[in-house]
């Protein structure tokens, strides 16, 4: 019911900044909580930020004061403004949502974006 799609991923060197965007669509008749998730290999999938309809974010202690959450709910995108990349952040940013559809509320998860951090 609901398809998520990233972009904005890339290679990056170690300081620098990159925008992550996540565009829902499908029959979605409320997206209550979007977020960004990332995955090394090896490690388990970590939560690094999310916010809500009315835009409260909540950010990994790791991400806060670097990273910044925002969404156009016009356009059900969500956005992850990343500046100070470091190395050890390198990793799989995946999109997730929490929507509404006519099958109830489920997550959906986008296909993941790569972002290479260089040293």
């Known amino acids: 019911q609901v398809q998520l799609v990233e972009s904005g991923g890339g290679l990056v060197q170690a300081g620098g900044s990159l925008r992550l965007s996540c565009a829902a669509s499908g029959s979605i008749f409320h997206i209550a909580v979007m977020g960004w998730y990332r995955q090394s290999p090896g490690k388990e999938r970590e939560l690094v930020a999310t916010?809500?309809?009315?835009?409260?974010?909540n950010y990994a202690d790791s991400v806060k004061g670097r990273f910044t959450i925002s969404r156009n709910n016009t356009k059900n995108t969500v956005y992850l403004e990343m500046n100070g990349l470091k190395p050890s952040e390198t990793a799989v940013y995946y999109c997730?949502?929490?929507?509404?559809?006519?099958?109830?509320?489920?997550?959906?998860w986008g296909q993941g974006t790569q972002v290479t951090v260089s040293s």
């Open positions: 916010i809500t309809f009315g835009g409260s974010a």
């Open positions: 997730n949502t929490d929507a509404i559809t006519t099958r109830g509320t489920s997550r959906y």
